[in-house]
């Protein structure tokens, strides 16, 4: 699931863009985030957990995250890199697994979703490596267009 030397390399990559590759990491990474929003049982971590949903939730759950959340916290500046977005997204499932029993479909529901995001993100971070890749070989922008619409209708 994690990958030091890509997470080393693509944030390296993120810091050297500056403020209008960050404008456009954000457009990417929202991407992703929007793919997110698409499962089939994103409905259940779109909004903040209420007490009247999951009594105590807010004494097992220190810090609690839902993907309007993150979403904010992408636009607002929050979550600048691919990893704090990984780490946000993450923790938003193990939040549900934290409170919820093993065998309750919530967790049935989180684990599946979290499969499937693990694998967006991977996918995203993949993608975003062989683009600054092919910018340093000086792969021209339609090449770099086609890799991208490739790897998202895979």
């Known amino acids: 699931m994690k990958h030091p030397i890509k997470d080393c390399i693509l944030t390296k990559i993120e810091r050297e863009a500056g403020s209008s590759g960050i404008k456009t ?15 089939k049982y994103a409905n259940v971590f ?6 009247e949903e999951a009594p105590g939730y807010r004494n097992i759950v220190k810090n609690p995250l839902d993907l309007n959340t ?7 500046g929050k ?8 780490r946000d997204m ?7 697994l934290m409170y919820n029993r093993s065998d309750h479909v919530v967790t049935n529901m989180a684990q599946e979703m979290l499969f499937d995001v693990v ?15 092919q910018r340093d070989l000086g792969v ?15």
């Open 25 to 39: 990491w954000r457009k990417s990474i929202l991407l992703v985030w929007r793919e997110a929003t698409q499962h």
């Open 46 to 51: 779109l909004n903040p957990v209420t007490n």
């Open 70 to 76: 993150i979403k904010r916290n992408i636009e607002s």
């Open 79 to 86: 979550i600048n890199t691919t990893r704090e977005f990984q």
């Open 90 to 96: 993450m923790l938003l499932f193990v939040n549900a």
């Open 119 to 133: 694998e967006s993100i991977e996918s995203f971070i993949d993608t975003q490596l062989k683009l600054h890749k």
């Open 140 to 154: 021209d922008d339609e090449e770099r267009i086609s890799v991208m619409k490739t790897r998202r209708h895979r």
